[in-house]
């Protein structure tokens, strides 16, 4: 007889010795203290052992013996930690781990009924039919597997253990309204993330426990739940196998799971293990359903809480009496159906999978041909795919492990070196990333410390021990956090276990407006609004805020008095109409009865009320009426003004309503009939009149027209947000910019800017462009038209096209040339022979000339040519539709022109005619021209009969040739009586003094 076949037979005596030997069955439904009663008989004996169907019950266990006899009595035995102290008389282990070949007084199989599993069952019914007691052997399990148990062991004792607490149905709940002491059951990761990151936003957070957490990391969280902090648990069904919490409700977020194969329904007596875990000891249990899971039926409901469940038919075996001869004849045993009723052949569990792939290896091949190279090809099949990677490559690892083991020729004296696996440590030591990527690593860690337990594969197992129980315990660490930050909120869950537990809390507000309650941040408090942490949410934010309520009511009440006696300078507007006073908004304007009198509206909530309220509403509105009448005190004193009157005052009223400017042409005709006392009355208070608007230049800075901008806005009554769409304001010290073609009509007036084609102009650089146009025309040097200039694009800052297309947006046309350049203009030493008069007048003349120019500012570029500006009576007999602003700054040349340039520039005697693009106004008038004769050359005489199409006036070449014999127009300027406050009006009398002399 072989040696194997010797051991088979010795085995099997065994075995039977084992089945004579009398057992006592502990059956009955969930708290029913099996497992208190297995670890006390243990505990009485002189040695003793338990198996435990997970390693973190194992160590829950482990630790409970070790309080009652010392850590050096008691040992823990699982597949990645083993603690053997060498005095341990009692072992603490997983099911697949027991050392059957120890000899103890007592042993103990606890879940036996999971002989049913299909895939770790046949271990457990090997542990039922072959590991024993000298003294006594429990099975400790549900009554669904009396039936099984009587018939393969016929003289076994039988004890039932009633619910010490009864468990009964509540149907269906939102998650949101679980009651506290609730463990949520759900059987995938993503599900039980998702189920607490909902219960952290509604609840104040949750405890995870998975079963493929660490023991370390288990405990920690269980920790939170067992000690208050959190009032949740949210577990798969890890928390069916024994694991003991103080959880008052179960529910299930679903009622299906994947077994390995596919996904199907729970049976009854799983969702009873689960269901079981609420009502601990006398604590009556409540069990439901939550979330996606639909309600269970009446008979499921009323089985569960009765205990009544069907018997197990078969419990699963696997051959445990193996042959190394060879390859094939270790893979036909494992495969050996039971030959005896009541169990059935396991199915091809991993180990065996992972024995067939790595046979097919020509290297394993070659080595595995001894018992003892099969033995150790089959020890290292069994290592567990804690990663949960393909068949494939986690057979390559046991292969590439295997190689390692046999490297001497088939030997077994051979390691795992130390530099490889030192390489696969150092990719596991990292604690960064989230929790699927620690979880990830944590599985990992898990395989090497399985290795790392198989002494006789390592050079120096205590050494790889201790590592990866230091890298997986860091693991734990880390992830235990991850877990806690993602899902608790321990703000939350501190305060409302306080408030449980009726004690006040203590609610300040710092100096930088954060509420704290009992310390912890609750929001914000800005101005006179309390802005919550978004974090909470639902209940936990009710809550945050009624605490909250306590610091706020008086320190808005100081805050209401600290604004009503703050000085102006703390209180500031916006852009967007909000009054902001130390950083924060405390109100906001809406539009009111006047363009200068908009509504004051506080930002505030409910805890801002009565008298407090009042005045600081009384103290906003009079610091925006003071704000107003500081930043646009020209707009506010022609408003105010008791001076200006007839249609002076209806001027003024026009511009108050168009916030300081107006086009020339809609007041055209309300200006030709002012007369020059009350143009002079609009003058005093900053009003400008000029070529094409009618505005006033103070209100041009920075600061006014920002507020401008803001009260604008205001009047958009038909939008919800008066200030959405805007584009962007012009830069402060820009003379023009792009216009934007979405910007709503009014918005670049409202900035004191004009569009003209693509550019949208400031007012008084528009126009010191016409008062340098005019002069040209009046001259008629280019035939009655102008050219482009760099001093007048330089004024506007743009050039080429775009300048073009302003001059366009004036009412100027243009057209190629051919026209003889006039001569440059004389050196000013020579002006002494043109104009005649003694050398101290034309001195002085100078002078004057010099010192207006330099003294204009784009503020006041139109007051620098008010006199200027003011229209001809020619052109004002005009009917504003019946000119252009070009034409009508072209029909005032004559008149606002300088009077040394009234005489026509004489072409050089040499120049040849050049083509040049000349500029002219184009008008507009009601009768219309024929085509002919608007085609007809400028310089062309018009009979007598065509004078009637200027409205009177000669062609300007007649009336240049009837005014060259004529006297100086002095006269007539003197006839309008300019204004005597006009700073042109003592430049107007030095003239007259240089031309009489």
Request: hydrophobic content about 40%.
């Amino acid at each position: 007889m072989s040696t194997a076949s010797l051991q088979t037979v010795i085995g099997r005596a065994r075995d039977g010795l084992a089945e004579r030997r009398r057992v006592t069955a502990v059956l009955g439904p969930t708290n029913t203290g099996k497992t208190h009663l297995a670890i006390e008989r243990m505990m009485a004996h002189r040695t003793g052992m338990i198996g435990l169907p997970l390693r973190l019950l194992a160590r829950e266990v482990y630790d409970r013996v070790v309080k009652a006899k010392g850590a050096r009595e008691v040992a823990l035995i699982t597949g990645e930690e083993k603690i053997l102290p060498p005095t341990a008389r009692y072992y603490v282990c997983t099911v697949e781990a027991m050392p059957l070949d120890l000899e103890v007084d007592f042993l103990a199989i606890d879940e036996i009924q999971l002989a049913a599993d299909r895939e770790r069952g046949h271990t457990f019914t090997d542990r039922l039919l072959r590991a024993r007691g000298h003294s006594e052997t429990m099975m400790l399990g549900s009554e669904t597997v009396r039936g099984l148990i009587q018939k393969l062991l016929p003289d076994t004792l039988f004890i039932s253990r009633p619910r010490f607490s009864e468990l009964s149905w509540t149907g269906s709940k939102k998650i949101t309204r679980l009651p506290r002491r609730s463990a949520i059951v759900a059987f995938s990761a993503d599900q039980v993330y998702a189920i607490a990151e909902l219960i952290r936003r509604q609840r104040g957070g949750a405890a995870v426990v998975m079963g493929a957490l660490s023991p370390r990391t288990r405990n920690a969280q269980v920790a939170l739940y067992q000690s208050g902090d959190v009032d949740f648990l949210v577990a798969t069904d890890a928390i069916g196998m024994g694991l003991n919490m103080d959880v008052d409700h179960v529910a299930f977020a679903s009622t299906e799971k994947f077994d390995g194969r596919l996904h199907r329904p729970l049976h009854v007596a799983e969702l009873a293990q689960i269901a079981g875990r609420a009502g601990r000891h006398m604590n009556n249990g409540t069990f439901g359903v939550t979330g996606e899971a639909g309600p269970l039926s009446d008979e499921i409901v009323s089985r569960i809480e009765n205990h009544q469940f069907e018997p197990e038919r078969v419990f699963q075996w696997r051959n445990p009496h193996l042959e190394f001869g060879s390859v094939a004849a270790l893979m036909r045993s494992l495969e050996m159906p039971p030959g005896r009723p009541g169990l059935a052949r396991a199915p091809i569990a991993n180990d065996l999978e992972a024995l067939t792939r790595m046979s097919r290896d020509q290297d394993v091949q070659n080595l595995a041909r001894s018992p003892a190279a099969i033995r150790r090809l089959w020890e290292v099949a069994q290592v567990p795919d804690f990663r949960k990677t393909l068949a494939s490559e986690h057979a390559t690892l046991l292969t590439r492990l295997y190689l390692f083991l046999m490297e001497p020729g088939g030997g077994t004296e051979a390691r795992i070196p130390d530099d490889w696996l030192d390489r696969q440590m150092k990719t596991l030591e990292r604690t960064d990333g989230d929790i699927d990527m620690l979880s990830a690593r944590l599985a990992h860690i898990r395989t090497w410390t399985y290795v790392a337990n198989r002494a006789d594969w390592l050079h120096n197992p205590v050494h790889w021990q201790e590592r990866t129980r230091t890298i997986e315990d860091r693991l734990s660490d880390a992830l235990h956090e991850r877990l806690t930050q993602r899902f608790i909120d321990r703000r939350t869950s501190v305060l409302m276990k306080r408030l449980r537990q009726n004690e006040d809390l203590m609610a300040a507000v710092n100096g930088d407006g954060e509420v704290l309650v009992e310390g912890e941040y609750v929001g914000r408090l800005q101005g006179f609004v309390f802005v919550p942490d978004p974090r909470a949410e639902g209940e936990q934010g009710r809550v945050l805020r009624a605490a909250a309520n306590q610091a706020l009511t008086g320190e808005i009440a100081d805050r209401a008095q600290r604004l009503t006696v703050a000085p102006d300078a703390e209180i500031t507007l916006s852009e967007h109409g909000r009054i902001l006073w130390a950083g924060h908004p405390v109100a906001e304007l809406k539009s009111g009865d006047a363009p200068l009198a908009p509504r004051v509206e506080l930002v505030a909530g409910e805890e801002l009320n009565g008298p407090a309220r009042e005045s600081v509403q009384t103290r906003l509105e009079a610091w925006l009426k003071m704000h107003i009448t500081n930043v646009l005190a020209p707009l506010v004193s022609l408003r105010d003004a008791t001076d200006v009157e007839g249609l002076a005052r209806g001027i003024a009223f026009r511009l108050v309503e168009n916030l300081g400017s107006v086009k020339r042409d809609q007041v055209a005709e309300d200006v030709r009939l002012l007369d020059q006392a009350a143009r002079g009355q609009l003058r005093k208070h900053g009003v400008r009149f000029g070529a094409y608007s009618v505005f006033m230049p103070a209100l041009l800075k920075p600061a006014p027209a920002r507020l401008l901008l803001t009260l604008w806005s205001l009047t958009r009554k038909d939008l919800d947000d008066p200030f959405s769409g805007l584009p962007p304001s012009p830069a402060p010290g820009l003379t023009s910019v792009p216009a934007d073609t979405a910007a709503p009509q009014g918005f670049y007036e409202a900035l004191g800017f004009r569009v003209c084609g693509t550019r949208a102009v400031r007012l008084d650089m528009l126009e010191r462009v016409a008062d340098i146009i005019r002069p040209v025309i009046a001259a008629r040097s280019f035939n009655g038209g102008f050219v482009v200039t760099p001093d007048m694009m330089s004024l506007v800052g743009c050039s080429g096209e775009e300048f073009a297309g302003l001059l366009r947006g004036l009412g100027y046309r243009s057209q190629l040339e051919k026209i003889t350049p006039p001569a440059p203009p004389a050196h000013p030493s020579q002006e002494p022979e043109a104009v005649p008069g003694d050398q101290a007048s034309a001195g002085t003349v100078s002078t004057v000339n010099e010192t207006a120019a330099a003294a204009e500012t784009p503020e006041q570029a139109a007051e620098s040519q008010e006199q200027e500006t003011a229209p001809s009576p020619e052109a004002e007999e005009m009917k504003p539709s019946e000119a252009s602003p070009a034409a009508a700054a072209a029909d005032s040349s004559a008149e606002a022109a300088p009077l040394e340039a009234e005489a026509p520039a004489e072409p050089s005697a040499t120049a040849e005619p050049v083509e040049m693009e000349i500029w002219r106004p184009a008008r507009r008038k009601s009768g219309g021209r024929p085509k002919e004769d608007q085609r007809k050359p400028r310089r062309d005489k018009q009979k007598p009969e065509h004078r009637n199409e200027h409205r009177g006036k000669p062609s300007r070449r007649e009336g240049r040739q009837e005014q060259r014999p004529e006297a100086p127009r002095k006269p007539r300027e003197r006839e309008r009586q300019p204004d005597p406050d006009s700073p042109f009006a003592a430049l107007a009398v030095l003239k007259e003094r240089a031309r009489g002399n």
